[in-house]
């Protein structure tokens, strides 16, 4: 079954917030500070890494060619590479937060 219409569209807009929010709270948090990072810093970073890995491969994948044409394989592993990385923006936000 074909995706509705708009649904690339609406995932890669989608995607590409996700990942402007996550550069504002790298930014915010001090990811640029002189001081000496310590082993949860790395994580944090690592988690957002990974997320922004993943968001920014969403419009690749969700606008790959498929054979046939009705086919929405690509779609659905842009779904999933989305909410991966909404799930590890998000968690290293709140991993910021917690240590």
Known sequence: MPSPT???VA???AASTVF???IVFLGYWGVHEDS???VSHVFVVGFALAGFACLGLVPWM???PVEPDTSDVKIRV???MFIAGMAAVWFA???SIIV
């Open 78 to 80: 842009a779904r999933k």
């Open 93 to 95: 936000i709140a991993l």
């Open 6 to 8: 708009g649904s690339v």
């Open 36 to 38: 000496r990072w310590a």
């Open 11 to 13: 995932l890669s807009s």
């Open 20 to 22: 402007s929010i996550g």
């Open 62 to 64: 969700a606008t790959s």
